[in-house]
C-alpha cells in the first residue's frame, strides 16, 4: 500500500495572513510542518500543495518536495484532490499546514484503521479528541463530532451533539481534528460532488463526505498539537521550542497548585452538609469513602446526612491503598450509578484520603490507576473531592500526591489534579485514634520535616513550612505542657505545613526506604518509617536522636529483625522499590545519589532492620 502525506498550505489566511511563513525558531512554520511530517517516517512521500510561489520555493530550497495548485480552489481538500488525481497512490493523508508539531502518534493512529477488521468498508478515516469543558463543547470553534459503535462517523456539528437535556449525563464529547486519510477514489470523488446544504449550513467539509453516503472511520488520540491560528499561537509555539522540552516535570520551579478551601475547628465538620450543597448537580450523588473503623459508630455516620442517592462505602485501611483496589471501585461506581458522582468524600487516615484522591481521579480518565503513577500524568481534571482526616500526620490532606502500590511500583499519582477541592480539618475526628497509630501517624509528619530541611531541594518557601511543623512535632511530642485538646489542634496543624513543605521538596532516605519495606512485606506507612528511620543516624543524626527520646517517652516498641529472613529475590525487589524513587534521593543525598546509596550500602542498612 503506498502512503503518502499531503499539506495543503495556502499563503492568505484570513485570521493571520501569511501565518505558514512566519518564522518559529529559525524557520518558517510550513517547514517545520514538513519537516515534522517526514520525521514519522510514515509515509512513501510527502508534498505540500499550495498556491503560493513563496512557500513553493521555500519548501525547495530546504529540500522538500513541493506542487503548485493549477486551479483556486475553495479548501485544502480540494488542493489535495486536484494534486493526487495522476499520482499512483492508495492512501493519502491531509496534514495541516499550521500544526508544526504535528506528532507520529495521531498520524499513525488515523492510518491504523486501514488495517482493522472493516478497513474494507472505509473511505476515509479522520482524528477526534476527547473534550470534557463545557466552554469548549459550546464553543462553535470547535467541531464535534457523534459515532457509531464502531467509531464511524454519523454527524459533525458546530453546536454540541448530542445536546445534553440533562447537564449530567454521562456522555462522552468528542473534539474533530482536521487530519485525514483518504483512499484515493474517495477524494476524487470528494472535488467532483458539489456542495449540499448541511456542509453550507455548518461550513465543515467533511460533512459533504457524509451527506453523499461515504463511511469516516474516527480514531481516538489524545495529545495536544499546537496550531498557529493566531499571533499569539506563534509566540507559545517559539516557547515550546525553546524550551526544547514540553514537559514540565521536576521543572526548576515547580508551580503547584495548592488546596482551595479549607475550614478548621473542633465540631467543623457538621458544616460539610452546607459545604457540599452547592456542588451537588442534580441527580448526581455524592459518595463517602469512610474508613471502616467508623462503621458502627453511629454518632459520626449520622453527621454525614446523605441526601438523594448519596452513598456512603466502608473502606479498610488494614492495607495500604493498592491500584487494583481504586479500579475496583471505580467500577463499582459506575456500575452503580448512570450520572458521575457529584464528588468523592474522604473521611479517614492517610488511607482513605489517597483513595479518595485516586478515585475522584480516576473517574474521569480512562484505563487503570496504575497508568497515572508517577508525575504529571493525569490529563483531565478529577471530580470534586474533599478530604475530611480522622487522624493527623500524613500531610496527605493538603499533598499534591496519593500513594499507591501498583503492579510494579509503589509510587503517587502525582499531578495538579490530585489535591483536594476541600479541606474538613476537624481536631475533634481523631479523638478515637489508638496510642501507637497517633505516634506512627505522628512520627510520619515529623520524618517529613527532617527530610525536607535536611534535603537539598530546601528553599526558604519549604524551609517556613517545615520549621513550623518540626517545631509543633517537638512541643506535642517532647514537651508536656499541652492539653489532649491543643494537641490535637496543633497535630493537625503540624501535618498540613508539613504537607506544604514537602510539596515544595521532597522526602528523603526514609520514605524511599519505607516504600521498599511495604512493597515487599506490606509494612504500612507510618510504622515503616519508624522502623527505617530508627537506623539512620548517618544521615539524619540529630533528629534520629529526638526521634528515639520520643520512642522511649510513650514506650513505643518498633519492631525489630524484619529484614533478616528475606530471600535474595525479595531483598533485590525491596532495593529496586528503593532505588527507582529518583527524586527522593536526589532531594536526599543530591546529584551525586548513586555513588553514595549503592545496592550493597542499601542492603546493609535493610539487614540492620
Ligand atoms: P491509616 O489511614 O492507614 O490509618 C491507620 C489506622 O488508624 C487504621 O487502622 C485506621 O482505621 C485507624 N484510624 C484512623 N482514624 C481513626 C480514628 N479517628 N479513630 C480510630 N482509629 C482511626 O494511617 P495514616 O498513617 O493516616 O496513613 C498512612 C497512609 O497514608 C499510607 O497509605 C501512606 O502511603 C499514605 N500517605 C500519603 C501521603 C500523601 O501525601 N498522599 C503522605 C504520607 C502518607
Ligand atoms: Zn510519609
Known amino acids: ?99 508544526p508539531f504535528t506528532s507520529k502518534e495521531g498520524l499513525e493512529q488515523v492510518l491504523s484503521v486501514f488495517n482493522g477488521p472493516d478497513a474494507d468498508k472505509i473511505d476515509l478515516a479522520s482524528l477526534m479528541t476527547e473534550i470534557h469543558d463545557w466552554k469548549e463543547i459550546s464553543d462553535p470553534n470547535c467541531v464535534k463530532v457523534i459515532v457509531d459503535k464502531d467509531n464511524f462517523a454519523q454527524y459533525f456539528s458546530r453546536s454540541p451533539i448530542p445536546y445534553p437535556r440533562d447537564k449530567n449525563a454521562a456522555v462522552q464529547y468528542y473534539k474533530h481534528k482536521g487530519i485525514y486519510a483518504f483512499r484515493k477514489q474517495a477524494i476524487l470523488d470528494f472535488y ?179 497508568d497515572y503513577q508517577g508525575w504529571d500524568l493525569v490529563k483531565t481534571k478529577a471530580v470534586y473531592h474533599v478530604g475530611i482526616p480522622t487522624i493527623s500526620g500524613t500531610g496527605a490532606e493538603v499533598s499534591r500526591t496519593t500513594v499507591l502500590t501498583g503492579p510494579v511500583k509503589k509510587l503517587g499519582i502525582n499531578s495538579d489534579y490530585t489535591p483536594f477541592d476541600q479541606v474538613v480539618l476537624d481536631p475533634d475526628l481523631t ?27 530546601l528553599n526558604a518557601f519549604s524551609e517556613s513550612y517545615g520549621e513550623k511543623a518540626y517545631d509543633l512535632c517537638k512541643e506535642i511530642f517532647l514537651d508536656d505542657k499541652l492539653s489532649d485538646e491543643e494537641s490535637r489542634g496543633k497535630l493537625m496543624m503540624a501535618s498540613w505545613h508539613g504537607g506544604m513543605s514537602i510539596a515544595y521538596s521532597q522526602v528523603g532516605v526514609a520514605h524511599a526506604m519505607s516504600y521498599g519495606l511495604s512493597y515487599v512485606l506490606g509494612t504500612k506507612h507510618g510504622i515503616g518509617n519508624c522502623i527505617v528511620f530508627d537506623h539512620l543516624e548517618e544521615f539524619y543524626p540529630k533528629d534520629v536522636k529526638l526521634f528515639k527520646q520520643m520512642v522511649d517517652k510513650y514506650n513505643i516498641t518498633i519492631p525489630k529483625n524484619l529484614c533478616s529472613d528475606l530471600s535474595e529475590e525479595q531483598m533485590n525487589t525491596m532495593i529496586d522499590i528503593a532505588l527507582s524513587l529518583v527524586p527522593l534521593w536526589e532531594n536526599a543525598l543530591g546529584d551525586d545519589w548513586e555513588s553514595i546509596m549503592t545496592r550493597e550500602k542499601l542492603k546493609a542498612l535493610y539487614l540492620k532492620m
Open 1 to 99: 500500500m503506498k502512503i503518502i502525506a499531503m499539506i495543503p498550505a495556502r499563503y492568505g489566511a484570513s485570521r493571520f495572513p501569511g501565518k505558514l511563513m512566519q518564522d518559529l525558531g529559525g524557520k518558517p512554520v510550513i517547514v517545520r510542518t514538513y519537516e515534522a511530517t517526514k520525521a514519522t517516517d510514515l509515509f512513501d512521500e510527502v508534498y505540500v500543495v499550495t498556491d503560493s510561489q513563496i512557500i513553493f520555493n521555500e519548501i525547495e530550497i530546504n529540500g522538500g518536495k513541493a506542487i503548485m495548485s493549477l486551479k483556486e480552489h475553495e479548501c485544502g481538500s480540494d488542493r489535495i484532490a486536484e494534486a493526487v488525481a495522476d499520482m499512483d497512490v492508495d492512501i493519502v493523508v491531509n496534514v495541516q499546514g499550521d500544526e
Open 431 to 457: 479523638i478515637g485514634v489508638p496510642r501507637n497509630q497517633w505516634f506512627y501517624t505522628g512520627m510520619d509528619c515529623f520524618i517529613h520535616c527532617v527530610e525536607s530541611l535536611n534535603g537539598t531541594f
Open 192 to 370: 467532483r460532488l458539489p456542495m449540499r446544504s448541511l456542509e453550507a449550513a455548518e461550513k465543515i467539509e467533511c460533512i459533504r463526505y457524509l451527506e453523499y453516503g461515504k463511511n469516516i472511520k474516527m480514531a481516538i488520540s489524545n495529545t495536544q498539537g499546537i496550531e498557529i491560528d493566531t499571533p499569539e499561537d506563534l509566540v507559545r509555539a517559539n516557547k515550546v521550542l525553546k524550551e526544547d522540552k514540553r514537559e514540565v516535570v521536576n521543572n526548576k520551579y515547580r508551580n503547584f497548585p495548592m488546596v482551595p478551601k479549607v475550614v478548621f475547628g473542633q465540631g467543623c465538620f457538621d458544616q460539610l452538609s452546607s459545604i457540599l450543597a452547592p456542588q451537588r448537580k442534580d441527580k448526581a450523588p455524592f459518595i463517602f469513602l469512610v474508613d471502616d473503623v467508623f462503621k458502627n459508630n453511629k454518632e459520626l455516620t449520622d453527621r454525614i446526612n446523605l441526601r438523594f442517592n448519596d452513598k456512603v462505602l466502608f473502606i479498610s485501611a488494614e492495607e495500604e491503598p493498592k491500584t487494583t483496589q481504586v479500579d475496583q471501585i471505580v467500577k463499582d461506581i459506575k456500575h452503580e450509578f448512570t450520572y458521575k458522582p457529584s464528588g468523592i468524600i474522604g473521611i479517614g487516615g492517610g488511607t482513605i484520603l489517597d483513595l479518595a484522591k485516586a478515585v475522584s481521579i480516576m473517574l474521569t480518565n480512562k484505563g487503570s490507576a496504575a
